[in-house]
C-alpha cells in the first residue's frame, strides 16, 4: 500500500486542520477520564456520588460531543475542499489504468465524482436497493464502468471488484478494519494481478492525523495477534 501525500492540494485546506479549541476539549475529555477513574478507583458507591463527580460526568459528555462533532465538520469540509483534487488524481490514474475503485466516506463526495465522470462510472452506497447495488457492480465487473465508486461502509463488505488492480481512498475511516475490508475487495479470487492501494491524505490537516491514529490502531491489532 502507498500513502499518496498530495501536497498540490491549495492551502485553503489549512482552514480545516483540528483546531486548537478541539485539541483543548480532548485535553479535557481525557483530564475528565483520568478524574473519574480516580473515584473508581477509591470505591465510591453510587449511592454515595458527590456533586462534583456527578458535574465531571455531565461535563465529560459535554466536551466528548462537542469535539466530536466539530472533528466531524472538519472532516467534511477537507473532504469536500479535495473533490477538485482527487478528480485530477483520478484522471491521471486512468491514463495508465484501465479501471480503478474508488472509495470515500461522505455521500456527497461520492456523488460529486459520480457527476464528474457520468457514464464511466458506477457508484454503490448505503440506501441502495440489492438490485441497485449488483447493478453497479456487474457494470464494473463486466467491463461496462471504469470507475467504481463506492462508500467505505456499504462498498467495503462483500462485495468482487477484481476487474481492477487500483484503489484509491479518497477519505479514511477511524477503524483500520474497515478499510483492509475495503481494500480486500479487490484481493480476491480471480484478481491476476498486484493490487495498488493509495490514500489520498492532505498532509498536516485532519487528513494526516487520522492516516496517524489508523496506522497506530492497526500496530495494536497486530501486536494483539502476535
Not at 487500483?166 to 480486500?184: C, K, S, Y
Request: hydrophobic share 40%; charged share 25%.
Amino acid at each position: 500500500s502507498d500513502w499518496y501525500y498530495n501536497n498540490r492540494i491549495p492551502s485553503m485546506l489549512n482552514t480545516y486542520k483540528i483546531s486548537d479549541t478541539v485539541e483543548n476539549r480532548l485535553i479535557a475529555y481525557n483530564a475528565g477520564i483520568g478524574k473519574l477513574k480516580n473515584y473508581i478507583g477509591n470505591g465510591v458507591p453510587l449511592k454515595q456520588e458527590t456533586e462534583d463527580y456527578k458535574t465531571s460526568i455531565t461535563n465529560l459528555q459535554q466536551t466528548r460531543q462537542l469535539a466530536f462533532d466539530e472533528i466531524a465538520q472538519i472532516r467534511h469540509e477537507t473532504a469536500v475542499a479535495k473533490i477538485p483534487q482527487v478528480i485530477e488524481h483520478i484522471r491521471e490514474l486512468l491514463e495508465v489504468e484501465e479501471n480503478i475503485v474508488v472509495f470515500a466516506h461522505h455521500r456527497d463526495v461520492l456523488d460529486s465524482l459520480k457527476i464528474e465522470f457520468g457514464n464511466e462510472a458506477v457508484i454503490l452506497y448505503g440506501g441502495m436497493s440489492n438490485e441497485e447495488k449488483q447493478a453497479s457492480v456487474e457494470a464494473f465487473q463486466n467491463g461496462n464502468a471504469r470507475i467504481f465508486l463506492g462508500s467505505i461502509q456499504a462498498a467495503g463488505v462483500g462485495l468482487t471488484l477484481t476487474s481492477a488492480k487500483t484503489v484509491l481512498f479518497a477519505e479514511l475511516d477511524w477503524v483500520p478494519a474497515n478499510i483492509i475490508q475495503a481494500e480486500d475487495r479487490l484481493h480476491r479470487i480471480g484478481q491476476k494481478d498486484n493490487v495498488l492501494v493509495q490514500y489520498l491524505v492532505v498532509d498536516g490537516s485532519i487528513d494526516s492525523k487520522l492516516a496517524k491514529i489508523m496506522l497506530e490502531k492497526e500496530e495494536i491489532s497486530k501486536k494483539i495477534l502476535e
